[in-house]
């Protein structure tokens, strides 16, 4: 008996129940009833129960660029490696030339102007010269580099025939992130191990993302002679783009960037298409004052990891009880300092056990610079002891946690259980502790002064695609920057020059 074709979701019903998880069950809300139209897709989140609906026009865009992205990586195969070299010179070169720079520029005013009107940062938005510079530099860099396709591994000699595993490409990736014009560029890297690329970018730089592609990328890909859908835009605003994407089982491999809970939801709709995926949403680094900590190295790593935020800024700083009534005023004063270079006031959460030693003028409301603008508010307040690990996505006022522990193993063990382990760094003069610290310390970049290292363009010289953490588990093969050339897959080749070889 043949089985019958599953028919197509044509509407939903307000109530309608929805299994998810094996065992549970959520229910169609009425707006997302009167949304559905028949071609929409429906996307269930397997971890939460989330209904996310895809229109059908979304689902077109995301899935017209998807298959370009597929039919360009069957073609290069054809491709040389210096062609792909062409081709992030002309990128470079396109990006460098005022006049097709100049309408790149104008689409990203646009943008900006657009996000303050709306209340938004545009902070990471603005695409100025140093930008410019650093987009330029780092394809450049790309252009210079080793492939690494095609290259032989390992070889095993047999009687009569030989194994050999080859580096190759991984086929598509997909890129999901936020509105950081540099990304944009940064995501071509896998071209340079042959793959392709189809990304999405915030809706804010969208602007600038299509005037990049129009006026940079696409003729630096054809005058390479590259397939031009080696590098896709979906352009579309829409959230929803993203998980069509996302829940596309041709892409081999899926990366988000961005905020947490947004780059969670994208990577559990790519794991339930089959996805592998490399997320970068949760940062947040730590440092930990042992007992032997030197004071003006503690001072100037607090100071220099506040700059500014970003996935590797400091969050949460440790000090033992026996240094603490000397370091917490140290501390205090860096976080200030901070805050003052920024032409803001900073914020501190402290737990119970840091309370005593903060002064009772910190307690009191102050202004303090969110997203939204300027607020009052407490300069300092408490927090639970079990919630060390909640990220500040703060804006011009820097903002950390503090809390006192009784020992360097007391932190490693409150950052390995409530962290989403990502950077720590340990200030100690004692050699022997800092060793037992980078045994037992769950993460996968690990310091011993200020936490703003940990970065694939400062520390690798190579323009890094994202910084993956160690929250949903250690990554396998490479360490926790993913950058174009850490893209690709091993294949096995055999040569067999005995005719008569048999099992």
């Known amino acids: 008996m043949r089985p019958t074709q599953p028919a197509p979701l044509t509407e939903l019903v307000a109530g309608m ?37 895809i229109p059908s026009e979304i689902w077109s865009v995301a899935n017209h660029a998807v298959s370009a992205a ?44 657009s996000s303050s009107k709306a209340g938004r940062s545009t902070t990471r938005l603005v695409l100025d010269d140093r930008m410019r510079a650093g987009m330029i530099d780092g394809l450049r860099g790309w252009a210079k580099t080793d492939s690494g396709r095609g290259q032989t591994l390992d070889t095993i000699d047999h009687q009569g025939w030989t194994v050999k595993t080859v580096r190759s490409g991984l086929g598509v990736v997909g890129f999901v992130f936020e509105g950081r014009p540099n990304v944009f560029a940064d995501a071509t890297g896998v071209l340079r191990s042959g793959n392709t690329v189809v990304f999405r970018i915030g809706s804010a730089a969208l602007e600038t993302a299509k005037a990049i592609m129009e006026h940079a990328l696409a003729p630096a890909l054809e005058d390479a002679g590259l397939p031009r859908g080696a590098a896709s835009l979906v352009a579309t605003p829409s959230r929803a783009a993203g998980w069509a994407m996302f829940s596309d089982a041709r892409l081999s491999l899926a990366v988000a960037r961005g905020s947490g809970p947004a780059v969670s939801q994208l990577g559990a709709v790519a794991r339930q298409a089959g996805t592998a995926v490399s997320l970068h949403g949760t940062g947040g680094a730590w440092i930990i004052a042992s007992e032997t900590a030197e004071t003006q190295l503690f001072r100037k790593a607090v100071l220099h990891s506040l700059d500014r935020k970003v996935c590797n800024t400091l969050n949460t700083c440790c000090i033992v009880t026996s240094r603490a009534e000397e370091l917490i005023p140290i501390f205090l004063e860096s976080l200030h300092e901070a805050g003052e270079r920024r032409g803001a006031t900073s914020k501190l959460h402290v737990t119970d056990s840091a309370k005593g030693l903060i002064p009772v003028d910190w307690f ?109 588990g250690r990554l396998f093969g490479r360490g926790g920057v993913l950058s174009g050339d850490s893209a690709f897959t091993i294949r096995t080749r055999a040569h067999q020059t005995d005719p008569d070889l048999h099992r």
């Open 17 to 53: 129940p929805i299994v998810f998880g094996g065992n549970r069950v959520t229910h169609v809300s009425e707006d997302l009833a009167s949304a559905f139209r028949s071609g929409d897709r429906l996307v269930v989140v397997q971890d939460t129960g989330v209904l996310l609906h």
């Open 364 to 472: 009191e409301e102050a202004q303090i610079v969110r997203s939204e603008g300027a607020v009052q508010e407490p300069r300092a307040e408490l927090i639970a002891g079990n919630s060390l690990g909640l990220e500040w996505e703060w804006e011009e006022s820097p903002e950390v946690t503090l809390t006192v522990v009784s020992s360097v193993d007391e932190a490693v063990a409150a950052f390995n259980s409530q962290s989403p382990k990502f950077a720590a760094s340990l200030i100690s003069e004692d050699e022997t502790e800092h060793q037992e610290f980078f045994d037992n310390v769950d993460s996968p970049f690990v310091g011993n002064g200020f936490t703003r290292w940990v970065d694939g363009q400062y520390a690798f010289d190579q323009p890094e695609l994202g910084l993956s953490n160690w929250q949903f």
């Open 70 to 113: 597929v039919e360009a990586f069957a073609a290069m195969g054809r491709v040389t490696d210096d062609q792909i070299s062409d081709f992030y010179e002309g990128f470079a070169s396109n990006l460098e030339t005022a006049e097709s720079f100049e309408p790149i520029a104008e689409a990203n005013a646009r943008d900006v102007e």
